[in-house]
């Protein structure tokens, strides 16, 4: 069974072919006209995606050596995400869905980024905490076993990556702000500002927004010389405070829940600094932490095409009534367990 993987919840447009062969073949569109915006623009990202999926999808068809009568089933992203987005991803996998006569099931985008760390062996050995961190998501997630998650907590404003992006753009360091701020952090000194950590104590949420707060009232209050002067500081305290709050978070669940690996999954698991203070915790704690190649991290098809071949096995299928689900939680559907 060759499943495609259709991938388009906000700005990446990507296609993916997985089989019982492994990966075969997978791509990713990005779109760079947000970066004059300083953000996603919904509308813009909706039209890229009406030019670009059905090339991309054809282009990972022809790099696999294979044609549209080869497909067995395909599985698309129906939520979380931008709802424009998600529209166009999903009539275009019920319209191949109809047209050759494939299964279809679509797939929850947090679940996903999951199975980013199912895709090349070695895999996380469950059950395992998987912390989820992103532009538009921070959760971390008890996976008991593939398809049976519960959802410890998630953040109560901003997501690590916006909260990324909002101070890089109060540094005026431009967009996308996750490596920006990595690139103006590595010549700072992370212990120079004492920024506050937020809901450390008793909780397994997130919020980003007092610490982003800080930030902008920090930074108002320096002169134009000293912004200038003082800003990889700014930038490496900023980075290292997210940091300890994602690390932290993701060990107490770890050591509450006696699992046997910490996954990390999402766009900012791209983070040098973040994949460095999860070394360090490997290391001291002998809790093995699994992050997907950087490719895997950010959006793509590939991870949906997995998660759809799972749940195809499993029996799962979805009906053309199938709708986008903006704010599709985790937990909010049905997933086997057998």
């Keep these: 069974m060759i499943v495609l993987g259709i991938e388009t919840s906000c700005d ?8 019982e062969q492994g990966l075969l073949a997978h791509a990713v569109h990005y779109q760079a006209v947000h970066e004059e915006y300083g953000g996603v ?7 890229a995606h009406m030019r670009t999926l059905i090339p991309t999808i054809r282009y990972v068809i022809r790099r696999a050596g294979l044609s549209f009568r080869d497909l067995g089933a395909v599985a698309v992203t129906y939520g979380p995400g931008l709802v424009g987005s998600l529209i166009v991803g999903l009539n275009v996998a019920k319209g191949l869905a109809v047209a050759l006569r494939l299964p279809l099931v679509g797939i929850n985008h947090i679940e996903g980024h999951i199975f980013a760390n199912f895709l090349e062996e070695p895999f996380p050995e469950l059950p395992g905490v998987c912390l989820v961190v992103s532009g538009g998501h921070t959760q971390l997630v008890l996976v008991r076993r ?3 998650y519960q959802v410890l907590g998630r953040t109560r404003d901003d997501a690590a990556g916006e909260a990324f992006d909002k101070v890089a753009r109060i540094l005026g360091l431009g967009y996308p702000g996750g490596p920006a701020i990595e690139a103006a952090a590595a ?3 992370e212990n120079a500002v004492s920024f506050p950590r937020g809901l450390m104590e008793n909780s397994y949420d997130f919020s980003f927004s007092g610490l982003k707060t800080a930030v ?3 930074h108002r209050a320096l002169s134009p010389q000293e912004r ?4 990889a500081d700014v930038a490496a305290s900023f980075q290292k405070a997210v940091v300890d709050v994602l690390v932290a978070k993701a ?3 770890c050591q509450e829940f006696g699992v046997r690996s910490l996954s990390v999954v999402g766009g900012v698991a791209r983070n040098r600094r973040l994949r460095r203070a999860l070394e360090e915790l490997a290391a001291e704690t002998g809790i093995p932490v699994f992050v997907p190649k950087p490719e895997f991290c950010t959006d793509n098809a590939a991870m949906i095409a997995r998660a759809g071949f799972f749940h195809l096995l499993h029996g799962v299928r979805s009906d053309l009534r199938l709708a986008p689900a903006p704010s599709l939680n985790l937990d909010s559907r049905y ?3 057998d």
Excluded: H, I, M, N
């Design 187 to 189: 010549a700072g000194q």
């Design 216 to 218: 902008l009232y920090y």
């Design 228 to 231: 200038e002067k003082r800003l």
């Design 41 to 47: 623009v919904p509308e813009f990202a909706s039209r």
């Design 251 to 253: 060990l107490r669940a």
């Design 146 to 148: 593939l398809g049976d």
């Design 335 to 337: 997933l086997p367990t």
């Design 12 to 19: 990446e447009t990507s296609a993916a072919l997985y089989s």
